[in-house]
């Protein structure tokens, strides 16, 4: 099975905001035809208007594959419209934090093949990373199209177990954000130390694109890129006598950021 299966049998997106239209943006950009895709969404934004897509028409009787992208709250108003493909042969796909597969089984019948996705929008770009796990309904060959069809738009990872999607929402799902912020805080202090804020930015950003990029491709691991950056008693030791300070520093920080966003995706499991 490859892409070419999902544009033949059709690609139904419900929802199509920021996390579905940065995997639609992938999947286009890398040459899914746009024939292929029918997308739901009360809303659909200018850039949707323009990608040429079938928006709010007749649904095909039995898609490829249904990719939920609704937020977690707007989930009850939002399946019922999808209740009708559940005929067995339709794969469905939720990237909903918190939402569990027990949720969409009730919604869609308990026989309907569901995979649970957690992915993030860098997919926008190809460089996304997702994590799945199916429910029993769920062949090996469906999750071998869903690993397909993500990993056209970055990394996919098979989780184990359910739970372990609180902790991937927390670290993957939630990752970019802290990423941006981290520019904007470099940035920020550049600033305060008498830079221009474009100048400021524009190395900020460089530098957290570049790393990324760096500890992606090289041999070494980020600790030992980390400490090829760090002269002995020179600037970078200063900054990271800060930054690494166990109880105020990044440590103790990420841990309580990671932490409290794996909590609120078990909440939101919670309803
Ligand atoms: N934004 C992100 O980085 C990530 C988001 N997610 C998940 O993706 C889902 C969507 O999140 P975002 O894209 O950020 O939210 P969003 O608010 O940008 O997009 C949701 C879209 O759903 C549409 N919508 C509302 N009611 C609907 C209905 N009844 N039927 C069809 N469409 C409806 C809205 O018009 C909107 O375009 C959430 O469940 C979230 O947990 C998962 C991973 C990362
Ligand atoms: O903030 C959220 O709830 C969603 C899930 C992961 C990223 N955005």
């Known amino acids: 099975m490859d892409m070419d299966f999902v544009a033949e049998k059709g690609l139904v997106l419900l929802g199509c905001g920021k996390m579905g239209g940065a995997m639609l943006e992938g999947w286009l950009d890398r040459g899914l035809p746009p024939s292929s895709v029918w997308v739901i969404d009360p809303k659909p934004s200018d850039w949707l208007q323009s990608t040429g897509v079938t928006i709010n028409g007749d649904l095909p009787e039995a898609p490829g594959i249904v990719l939920i992208a609704v937020k977690p709250q707007m ?53 996304g990373i997702t994590s799945i ?10 999750l071998d ?19 372990q999607m609180d902790a991937v929402t927390g670290v993957s799902g939630s990752g970019p954000a802290y990423v941006f912020h981290m520019i ?23 530098t957290v ?10 041999k070494e691991s980020p600790r030992e890129l980390r400490v090829n950056v760090t002269s002995p008693n020179g600037t970078t030791q200063a900054g990271l006598e800060v930054l690494m300070d166990e109880e105020n520093g990044l440590p103790a920080l990420m841990r309580r950021t990671v932490g409290a966003a794996a909590n609120r995706s078990r909440e939101l499991r919670n309803g």
Do not use: Y
């Open 133 to 142: 796990i199916g429910n029993a309904h769920a062949s090996s060959g469906q």
């Open 145 to 163: 199209l869903a690993e397909t069809l993500l990993k056209a738009v970055g990394q996919v990872v098979r989780l184990e177990n359910e739970d």
């Open 209 to 218: 694109a570049g790393a990324g990029a760096l500890a992606e491709e090289a």
């Open 75 to 127: 989930m009850g108003d939002a399946l019922p419209a999808l209740k009708d493909m559940g005929n067995g042969t339709t794969l469905f796909i939720s990237v909903a934090a918190g939402t569990p597969i027990s949720a969409f089984e009730e919604a869609l019948g308990a026989h309907s093949p569901i995979i649970r996705a957690m992915p993030n929008t860098p997919a926008a770009v190809g460089r």
């Open 184 to 206: 904007e805080c470099m940035a920020k202090a550049g600033e305060a130390e008498g830079l221009s804020p474009e100048l400021a930015m524009q190395l900020a950003q460089a």
